[in-house]
C-alpha cells in the first residue's frame, strides 16, 4: 500500500484509514448506508469499484491529507470537477460541517479539481455518482497534524454530518445540522397510496410502524433496529423491510417512498432454490459487512459472482449468498476450509480429502457451488461445463427447497432453516 505522505513518525495512509475506520459507525449512527473501498486498490481500480457498485441517489466521497514543504500551509479543502456549479455546492456544504465540528481547523476553501497539480481529479470526474474529494488537512503541519490525530472522532462527526446534508440536497431538502423537525413524505405500497404519511431523517426514509404491523411483519423482535419516536408516533427506518422480502425504492421528484410487498406477490417461492432472488448486489454487501466488516477485503466481488453465477443456472442468489455466509461464517473461515482454498460451500473433495475441494478462483469457487445446488434442487442439465467435483454423486432433485438440505449437505438436521 502506498503510504502517501510522511510526517511526524506517521503516514497519510494509516491517518486515512484510522479516520475512515472512526467515520463509518458515526455515518451509520445517523442511519445512512455506507461503503468502504478496500485498501488494497490503486486508483484506477477504486472508480471501478465504487461504478460496479453505484446505484441511482448514492455520492462517493475521497478523503485524503496533503503534503509541502513548508510546514507553516494548512488548511482544508474540498475539491469538486470544475464547471459544476451544484458540486461546488456541495463542496461548500462537507467542508462547513466539517469545519463546524474542527472550528480550529483552517479552510482553503471549495476549489475546481483544475487547481491541482494534475489540473483534473479522476475521482471527481469518473466516478458515475456525485463525487467530492476532500483534503482534511496537510500532515506536515504540525497544527493539522496534532488536530487530525487528537480529534479524529471530530473530523469523523463532521464528515458524517456533511455527507448526511449533502444527500439531502439532492433528495430536494434544505440541509439542516438541526433535527429538531423532520419533513413529510408519501407512501406507496403495491401501487397504492397510504394514507397516513412517513418522515425523512438525513435522507433515509421512514415509515409508521404501524404499516410494518399491516405487512404482517414483525420487527420488534429485532434488537438492534433502530425505531424513532417523533409527535407521538414510532417510526422504523423503510431499508430494514428489505430483509423482509418488501422492495423499497425512493421517487425524489415526488418525494415518496414506493413499497412492494415480495410476499404477496410470490408467496411460497422464498425458500426454493431454483429462482431469480431478490437482493442486489448493495445489499449483499451491506449484509456481509454488517457481520465482519472486513469481509471483502479478500473476495471484493464476490456478491457479484453469486448473482451472476447463480442467474446463469436458475439458483436464487439469496439462497446461495446466505448458504455462503453461514459456511464461512461470513468470509472469516473458522472451519476446516481455508480462504485460499476458495471453496465457499464446504464442499468435499472426491474421495473424502480432509480439507475439502479446492478451486483456482473465487469465480470458479461460486460456480461449483451453484451447480451443488442446481444437483440437489432440479433435473436441469448444468449450463456450463461443471466444476461442482461431486456434482454427479448427488440424486438430482432431491431437494427443491432449503430446508431439504438438512442431512444431505451438512449433517446439521437444522442447516436448512439456519440458511
Known amino acids: 500500500m502506498d503510504p502517501g505522505a510522511v510526517a511526524g513518525n506517521t503516514t ?11 467515520l ?25 469499484w465504487i461504478n460496479a457498485r453505484a446505484r441511482s441517489g448514492d455520492i462517493a466521497l475521497e478523503i485524503q491529507t496533503d503534503a509541502f514543504t513548508d510546514p507553516s500551509v494548512r488548511g482544508a479543502t474540498a475539491y469538486y470537477i ?15 460541517a466539517l469545519l463546524r465540528r474542527v472550528p480550529d481547523l483552517s479552510s482553503r476553501g471549495a476549489k475546481a ?4 497539480g494534475l489540473g483534473r481529479l479522476a475521482f471527481c470526474r469518473e466516478v458515475v455518482i456525485p463525487s467530492l474529494l476532500l483534503d482534511v488537512g496537510f500532515l506536515t503541519s504540525p497544527g493539522d497534524r496534532s488536530l487530525l490525530i487528537n480529534r479524529r472522532k471530530d473530523f469523523a462527526l463532521g464528515i458524517a454530518e456533511g455527507l448526511s446534508a449533502w444527500l439531502q440536497t439532492l433528495n430536494g431538502l434544505v440541509p439542516s445540522l438541526d433535527d429538531s423537525t423532520y419533513p413529510a413524505i408519501n407512501i406507496v405500497i403495491n401501487k397504492q397510496s397510504y394514507a397516513e404519511q412517513g418522515i425523512l431523517i438525513n435522507g433515509n426514509s421512514y415509515l409508521p410502524i404501524d404499516l410494518v404491523d399491516r405487512l404482517g411483519i414483525n420487527l420488534i423482535e429485532n434488537q438492534s ?13 423503510a431499508i430494514e ?19 412492494s410487498s415480495i410476499l404477496s406477490v410470490c408467496p411460497g417461492q422464498l425458500d426454493r432454490i ?37 442467474a446463469i443456472e436458475g439458483v436464487s442468489a439469496d439462497i446461495a449468498f446466505c448458504q455462503m455466509c453461514l459456511d464461512t461464517s461470513f468470509l472469516q473461515f473458522i472451519g476446516d476450509i481455508d480462504a485460499t482454498q476458495n471453496n465457499f460451500a464446504n464442499l468435499g ?25 442446481k444437483a440437489y434442487a432440479s433435473l436441469e442439465p448444468l449450463v456450463q461445463e461443471v466444476v461442482d467435483p461431486r456434482f454427479r454423486f448427488v440424486t438430482r432433485g432431491i431437494a427443491p427447497i432449503i430446508q431439504l438440505l438438512s442431512g444431505r449437505m451438512s449433517s446439521d438436521l437444522q442447516y436448512g432453516d439456519r440458511s
Open 12 to 22: 497519510e495512509a494509516q491517518q486515512m484509514i484510522l479516520l475512515r475506520d472512526q
Open 225 to 237: 433496529l433502530r425505531l424513532v419516536q417523533y409527535r407521538g408516533i414510532v417510526y422504523v427506518k
Open 274 to 310: 431454483m429462482g431469480s432472488g431478490n437482493t442486489s448486489e448493495v445489499q449483499m454487501i451491506m449484509f456481509l459487512k454488517s457481520n465482519n466488516e472486513a469481509a471483502l477485503q479478500k473476495f471484493p466481488d464476490l456478491p457479484k459472482l453469486y448473482r451472476e453465477e447463480a
Open 241 to 259: 423491510l428489505r430483509n423482509y422480502n418488501v422492495m423499497v425504492s425512493w421517487d425524489k421528484d415526488t418525494r415518496t417512498l414506493i413499497l
Open 82 to 96: 470544475a464547471n459544476n456549479s451544484d458540486r461546488q455546492k456541495h463542496a461548500e456544504l462537507i467542508l462547513r
Open 113 to 116: 479539481d483544475t487547481f491541482t
Open 349 to 373: 473433495a472426491v474421495g473424502g480429502g480432509t480439507t475439502g475441494a479446492t478451486f483456482p478462483s473465487a469465480r470458479v469457487g461460486v460456480r461449483a457451488h451453484i451447480q451443488h445446488l
Open 24 to 48: 463509518i459507525p458515526e455515518v451509520r449512527r445517523l442511519g445512512l448506508e455506507i461503503l468502504a473501498v478496500p485498501d488494497d486498490l490503486s486508483a484506477a481500480d477504486t472508480i471501478k
